[in-house]
């Protein structure tokens, strides 16, 4: 089976622009989880998306949404970026039951200036 | 926060010799997992022990959890350079609420 996939996986953006992430699972799973690495913060949970419904979610503003399509392919956008937000983003999809593993993709790398 | 923590945050050692890693969390847990990552790529899955599992072996892995004292710790044995990365530990709770603690950076050397 392919792996997880995330496009692109580098982008650079000004502070204030907004940005769409994607990320497709691997085929069956069902539950997409996004993630937010960065060196003073760790890894820090975002949300997760099951069946196409927001399952769990971390502590981040409102300016950091989510969705996921029916083929549980997942984007995720954050609007008004600021410094901050730079960070590999970071999605991993797992089959959706109770706290299965996880299979993380590559990451995108994002630069805000 | 639930976040787990590992000990210790930086790790050095030599080829052939043992790894030891320690992970304290802070609730209940439905299980924990061991991830790799590997400079900057996302992470790999190592090894799961369910809350009700005291120790869990898998290869050159080691894993025990002690729910008691809200502590699990990763052992790797016999260690080869290419184990050189970072290791984290995640607590799972909520079914797939993952939280990852801060990682050990292991570096391994020839």
């Known amino acids: 089976k392919a792996g997880v996939t995330q496009t692109p996986r580098y982008l650079i953006k000004t502070r204030g622009q907004q940005v769409t992430l994607s990320c497709s699972p691997i085929?069956?799973?069902?539950?997409v989880s996004w993630y937010q690495q960065t060196p003073g913060q760790g890894l820090q949970f975002l949300f997760e998306?099951?069946?196409?419904?927001?399952?769990n979610k971390g502590n981040f503003p409102g300016r950091f949404s989510g969705r996921q399509f029916s083929n549980s392919r997942s984007e995720m956008n954050v609007s008004t970026l600021e410094l901050g937000d730079s960070a590999l983003y970071l999605c991993?999809?797992?089959?959706?039951?109770?706290?299965?593993?996880?299979?993380f993709g590559p990451g995108t790398r994002l630069t805000v200036t | 926060s639930q976040q787990g923590e590992e000990d210790p945050q930086a790790l050095s050692i030599q080829e052939g010799e043992n790894a030891t890693m320690n992970c304290s969390y802070k609730?209940?847990?439905?299980?924990l997992q061991w991830y790799r990552q590997n400079s900057g790529r996302g992470l790999v899955h190592l090894i799961l022990?369910?809350?009700?599992?005291r120790e869990k072996h898998s290869g050159r892995l080691r894993v025990t959890l002690d729910t008691s004292k809200k502590s699990s710790s990763l052992l790797i044995t016999a260690s080869r350079a290419a184990d050189t990365a970072s290791y984290f530990c995640a607590t799972i709770y909520n079914f797939n609420k993952f939280y990852f603690g801060s990682g050990t950076k292991l570096n391994v050397k020839p």
């Open positions: 085929s069956g799973h069902r539950s």
């Open positions: 609730t209940s847990i439905n299980n």
């Open positions: 998306y099951f069946s196409e419904t927001q399952r």
């Open positions: 991993a999809s797992s089959p959706g039951q109770t706290s299965y593993e996880q299979y």
């Open positions: 022990i369910r809350s009700n599992e």
